[in-house]
């Protein structure tokens, strides 16, 4: 029996359009793409936008390319129909003509993701090469400058070995590799700023192109051919000749301007001769110094420092340690400095003048109940604070092993900027180097610093007689604006106290 007839039948109850819908939907069906035009119609009636021949027009175009843009956009709207749709559930279950293989399945829905995801720091899209990239450098750091290359292509690097030195405002950072293997080229150059995040090399897992890399910068750092005698000789006649000399200014000038023109060239004659520029060298500044140099002005234009002196007698603290070092370093396991006296010292005097402690905030003034003690320390490439954490818990022997640890990482630039952070008092000790006097400069956003000098034998009176003593002159730098002249004599009066008597410490007096 021909169906044609039955099927017309059906159709008579329904409009043009449904006619139209019918027979495309059989035309789809022998054309292998039931999934596109259901998907289209769903979404123009979702949004009111339907069209009639936009939906024939699309479904009669047949299964795009999987690259071509209107696949994207029939991919988009498989997953932008929603849950528990039957089309969408189809799709799922039969897929996309003409869509790739690797296929990932959303919540029901089969869905392509052309892009790779890496779960790997620093991988390439080449599975052999990894980038080293510059690493995060702390909070208030925004970039550094390229300092130097540990490691230059060719040379062979293992897992988080260092192969570049970022220089900080505040510290060094290395630059570690991520993987094993041959670094094949530096991508950056040394003084270039970077930033986190920035590649600065490439390194090859398997160390192929590596080689080829060696061989263009020998070519390229071959020097350039010297001349022939015969291009020298031409260009020797080529210059031109030098001009003779003015003749010399008559003794007597016959007028006055004739006396004006020979002036100039007395003044010239007694010009001081300089030294030439060869003799001369122009580094650039380097990060932690301009730091530094920034810091000292702006303290210098906005504090109104002034500073007070003393001198200490360090006979006592002095025979306390030679008494007792032999027994503290086999206890404790470090040895019995005058730099933990200094500390305990200083401790006991900020809690008798608190305001030492404190710091002006714009109209405000903020006393803090906790004691940061910074310690100065001086290395080959400039000037770090490090901090002691609650230096008023702090015993002698805590403080000892501290100050080691922290002049240690300084020296060998492996401190951190947590370890410099903050800070409520600086002690400056120039003595180590020799000073016998010296006004320190505070170290913003501090209020005073103490500097302590070269311990030298004086003639000093004691009971009445004149007797050697071993004597240290120290300063008291602080801010006019906070603290008055009659604090600041009282906290290093205290210090001296202290430190000629440190018995003063057991009994709190």
Not at 91 to 105: E, I, N, W
Not at 350 to 369: C, E
Not at 496 to 502: A, F, G, L, S, T
Request: aromatic letters at 6%; a positive charge; hydrophobic letters at 40%.
């Amino acid at each position: 029996m021909n169906e044609a007839p039955f099927i017309f039948k059906r159709c008579r109850s329904f409009s043009l359009f449904s006619v139209l819908f019918c027979s495309v939907l059989f035309f789809t069906i022998q054309k292998n793409i039931v999934i596109m035009w259901p998907t289209i119609i769903r979404r123009k009636l979702a949004t009111n936008a339907f069209s009639t021949p936009s939906v024939l027009k699309q479904a009669l175009q047949g299964p795009p390319p999987p690259n071509s843009p209107r696949y994207a956009t029939i991919a988009k709207r498989l997953v932008l129909l929603g849950r528990g749709s039957n089309i969408v559930n189809i799709a799922g279950r039969q897929g996309c003509p003409g869509y790739p293989a690797h296929v990932k399945h959303i919540r029901g829905v089969q869905v392509s993701f052309p892009l790779s995801m890496w779960t790997r720091l620093y991988s390439s899209e080449n599975g052999d090469l990894a980038d080293a990239v510059v690493p995060f450098m702390g909070e208030s750091i925004s970039d550094g400058t390229l300092a130097k290359f540990l490691k230059k292509p060719g040379d062979r690097v293992e897992v988080d070995e260092p192969i570049a030195q970022i220089e900080t405002d505040k510290v060094t950072i290395d630059v570690n590799s991520p993987e094993a293997g041959i670094i094949q080229k530096l991508v950056a150059k040394e003084g270039d700023v970077v930033q986190p995040g920035i590649k600065i090399a490439v390194i090859s897992k398997s160390g192929e192109g590596v080689a080829h890399v060696a061989s263009s910068e020998k070519v390229t750092s071959k020097p350039p051919p010297e001349s022939s005698p015969a291009e020298k000789k031409t260009v020797t006649e080529e210059l031109p000749k030098a001009k003779p000399s003015s003749p010399k200014a008559s003794s007597r000038p016959s007028s006055a301007t004739d006396a004006q023109a020979a002036q100039p060239s007395k003044s010239s004659v007694k010009e001081p001769q300089l030294p030439p520029k060869e003799r001369e060298r122009r580094v650039p500044m380097t990060r932690l110094r301009k730091r530094v140099a920034t810091r000292l002005k702006d303290a210098q234009n906005t504090f109104a420092m002034l500073t007070t002196f003393n001198e200490v007698d360090m006979t006592n603290l002095m025979k306390l340690r030679a008494d007792y070092k032999d027994a503290f370093f086999e206890r404790h396991g470090v040895k019995l400095g005058l730099m933990s006296g200094f500390v305990k010292a200083a401790v006991s005097a900020l809690q008798h003048q608190p305001v030492i402690n404190g710091v002006i905030d714009g109209d405000d003034i903020i006393y803090r109940d906790y004691i940061d003690i910074s310690i100065a320390v001086g290395t080959s490439k400039g000037l770090v604070v490090p901090v002691l954490r609650e230096a008023d818990k702090l015993n002698f022997a805590d403080i000892e092993k501290q100050i080691n640890m922290l002049a240690k990482k300084a020296n060998d630039g492996t401190i951190s900027i947590d370890e410099m952070a903050g800070g409520t008092f600086t002690i400056s000790n120039g003595g180590v180097y020799g000073s016998l006097l010296s006004t320190p400069i505070i170290n913003p956003p501090q209020s005073a610093i103490l500097g302590m000098h070269s311990i030298v034998n004086r003639p000093m009176v004691v009971g009445g007689e004149v007797v050697p003593r071993s004597m240290m002159y120290i300063a008291l730098t602080y801010d006019h604006r906070l603290i008055d002249g009659r604090e600041a004599v009282f906290f290093l009066r205290r210090i001296k106290d202290v430190v000629e008597d440190p018995r003063r410490l057991l009994i709190d007096v």
